[in-house]
């Protein structure tokens, strides 16, 4: 597995709160633009697609790509960020 981004590391170290959709990894300015434009505009409202989807990476990986264009490395991302986030917070 490749190494965490400081994005994730700072992402993953404490509660998620009111960060916007940005905060995850692998959402920079476009794709959380993009997905601000479809409701997505906090890590939290993004979080409850991913547990909609029961944790599954391919399908959140898809609907990640299918919502806002995003490349595999970006899916990957957002998909660790947010599995470690629950493993450690929900746990």
């Known amino acids: 597995m490749s190494s965490t981004s400081q ?11 009111e960060k916007p959709v940005m905060a995850l990894a692998g959402i920079g300015e476009v794709l959380g633009k993009r997905l601000e434009e479809k409701g997505f505009d906090k890590a939290y409202v993004v979080l409850g697609q991913f ?18 264009g995003a490349n595999a490395k970006q899916q990957g991302d957002c998909y660790g960020c947010l599995k470690e986030w629950v493993h450690g917070f929900m746990s």
């Open 51 to 68: 547990l909609v989807l029961k944790k599954d990476e391919e399908l959140f990986r898809d609907w990640l790509k299918d919502t806002c």
């Open 7 to 17: 994005k994730h590391k700072d992402f993953v170290a404490e509660p998620m709160g």
